[in-house]
RNA sequence: GGCGCUAUCGUCUAGGGGUUAGGACGGAAGAUUCUCAAUCUUCAAACCCGGGUUCGAUUCCCGGUAGCGCUACCA
């Protein structure tokens, strides 16, 4: 009963069946949402199903914040997934597997005590194998022992023949053989009776009949242990797929502690990425549709990938560390480096991170998915970001301001910046001398804004009509066309680097125009007197 | 230390025994425009090193080096 090859035998006309399955102990950061993103391709490219799985088979590091994270993070990346499990529910598979393994004696009780770790793990470490005395141990002390309450965890016996070898078929790295005699006894169960990582991972793949194991390449010399597991359980492997790591700038894996809020997928959220151009920027790290395409919505990106696409090395995500972070780092170099809270903080504030931080492609991919949105679909996007910074405008208003800044903005948040001066009542204070315009002084800017403050009240606000007169004011002064415009666009606007004038006059009204010329001929007055 | 994986412009990548080694981001210059963007054009920028195989290697093989991963009763 305990066996799984019934179970894990799909007709071969099955549909695929993969899996993400994160471990709750920290944030979903961006190497797990392109594994997710990968499989969840792959299973809709394929026709298969995708499945969520919670490895939560930790109890000491899982916490429930982080589940919260995982399933935000997914939630905004928008592309849902067909089933869900959670491993602390399986706990009862997972220990028939393991006993069933036990039965066949290919496993066996290791009595001695847990490692407690860091001691000979740097440096003089040697290859530890196994212990003797409990794989050789004879299965009557060893059931005696159990049955006297003797703590124990079940080791796998990796085969010791010499010359022996596992071995498995990647997708992606191709034919992997590894000898036995370099594989530890690993443990299938703590002394705590816990399943461990391998063995649940094993067990639930082959219950929930996964084609496919699509993960990160950290994983791929694990899976000769697993591959080891599923044989001794009678379960067919799955095909392997291992995908290049995601790593930073200075080539470690990416890394809250060590690299701040870029690598957590909300703070791409929070900044105003696109989830469509998110997905779109981490499908490139390490997968190519190899023909020079890089633009692509989620539906080509489905239509294209493929596992042969995927490549084999290492891919940066070229963030820059931000100030704060790098700062920290040099000051904690040296030190035990534990210093708490110090992540949550910087997460719950990510307007901290700048634009600089974030990948130039990533921002350049997002700039072009803005710019690829209907007017409509950007506005309702821009609606929520606008309105939780305090301001109140209608939908109308900002769907008349969207094709304004459509082309000047990177990040969704940017509307913020891009179109302030449409959004308040008062302009923040600038300095007056920006009204001068290029080759002139206070008195051709007053000039200026004197001909458009008689001239304005009579136009009608569209652009056409606005653009003759302003011109024709400009010729009557004897001016260019640009000398004339840029007092008035820094009168109305508070700055020289703005949407196009005749545009922005029109959205912004007749009366807030007149009443921010006013406001710039008063600040002129008094600068130059 | 042991075992494994990887190596093309700064970054993401395409390619592949003979190519002007292609694209993109970023950078630089120019065009355009009422500023800023967007757009367009142009430029700079790469096959880790050493052997071997070969008429010919960036490409294939071996070695080195470097980076990364695994080496837990973490996942």
């Given at each position: 009963m305990s066996d799984l090859s019934s179970l894990s035998s799909p007709s071969s006309s099955a549909n695929p069946r993969v899996r993400f399955a994160p471990s709750p102990t920290g944030f979903l950061h961006v190497g797990s949402a392109r594994t997710f993103i990968f499989n969840w391709l792959f299973a809709r490219h394929t026709g298969g199903a995708m499945i969520l799985r919670l490895d939560d088979t930790d109890v000491e590091r899982n916490t429930q914040q982080s589940v919260d994270s995982i399933f935000e993070g997914l939630k905004w990346l928008n592309l849902g997934w067909d089933e869900q499990y959670k491993q602390s529910e399986r706990l009862e598979l997972h220990g028939k597997v393991a006993w069933a393994i036990f039965d066949k004696g290919l496993a066996y009780r290791d009595f001695t005590p847990a490692h407690t770790g860091e001691a000979e793990k740097s440096g003089a470490q040697g290859t530890w194998l196994f212990n003797p005395d409990a794989r050789e141990m004879p299965r009557e002390e060893s059931d005696r022992r159990a049955a006297a309450g003797e703590p124990f965890a079940l080791r796998f016996r990796v085969p010791r023949d010499a010359g022996e070898t596992v071995r498995f078929s990647d997708a992606v790295y191709g034919e992997q053989v590894k000898a036995t005699a370099d594989i530890e006894d690993f443990a299938l169960l703590r002394s705590d009776g816990m399943p461990t990582y391998h063995i649940a991972s094993c067990a639930d793949d082959a219950d929930l009949r996964i084609s496919h194991i699509i993960r990160g390449q950290d994983h791929l010399t694990n899976t000769f242990k697993h591959v080891l597991i599923f044989e001794a359980a009678g379960a067919r492997p799955p095909q392997f797929a291992h995908l290049p790591?995601?790593?930073?700038?200075?080539?470690?894996?990416?890394?809250?502690?060590?690299?701040?809020?870029?690598?957590?997928?909300?703070?791409?959220?929070?900044?105003?990425?696109?989830?469509?151009?998110?997905?779109?920027?981490?499908?490139?790290?390490?997968?190519?549709?190899?023909?020079?395409?890089?633009?692509?919505?989620?539906?080509?990106?489905?239509?294209?990938?493929?596992?042969?696409?995927?490549?084999?090395?290492?891919?940066?995500?070229?963030?820059?560390?931000?100030?704060?972070?790098?700062?920290?780092?040099?000051?904690?170099?040296?030190?035990?480096?534990?210093?708490?809270?110090?992540?949550?903080?910087?997460?719950?504030?990510?307007?901290?991170?700048?634009?600089?931080?974030?990948?130039?492609?990533?921002?350049?991919?997002?700039?072009?998915h803005i710019r690829g949105l209907a007017l409509q679909d950007l506005s309702a996007r821009l609606l929520p970001i606008v309105a939780e910074a305090g301001f109140s405008v209608t939908p109308e208003k900002i769907l008349e301001i969207t094709p304004l800044i459509r082309e000047r903005i990177k990040l969704l948040r940017d509307v913020l910046t891009a179109a302030d001066f449409f959004l308040v009542d008062q302009l923040p204070p600038y300095d007056p001398a920006e009204l001068i315009p290029q080759k002139g002084d206070a008195a051709m800017a007053l000039q200026v804004l004197n001909k458009a403050r008689a001239v304005l009240p009579n136009v009608e606000f569209k652009h056409d009509p606005l653009d003759h007169a302003l011109r024709a004011a400009a010729q009557e002064l004897g001016l260019k066309a640009g000398q004339m415009f840029q007092p008035i666009r820094v009168a109305v606007c508070g700055r020289k680097n703005a949407p196009p004038l005749f545009e922005t006059l029109q959205v912004l009204g007749k009366e807030k125009t007149l009443a921010r010329i006013e406001q710039a001929m008063a600040k002129l007055g008094s600068a130059s007197v």
């Open positions: 790591l995601l790593v930073a700038p200075d080539g470690t894996k990416l890394s809250k502690r060590r690299h701040g809020p870029v690598v957590s997928v909300t703070t791409y959220r929070d900044a105003g990425f696109l989830p469509e151009a998110f997905i779109n920027f981490l499908c490139l790290l390490g997968w190519s549709p190899k023909n020079d395409r890089e633009n692509m919505s989620v539906r080509e990106l489905t239509d294209l990938f493929s596992l042969e696409g995927i490549n084999r090395s290492n891919a940066v995500v070229n963030f820059k560390e931000s100030p704060a972070v790098a700062q920290e780092a040099g000051t904690q170099s040296g030190r035990n480096h534990a210093i708490p809270n110090t992540d949550e903080v910087r997460v719950r504030n990510p307007l901290l991170i700048s634009e600089e931080t974030f990948d130039p492609k990533a921002l350049w991919l997002n700039a072009e």
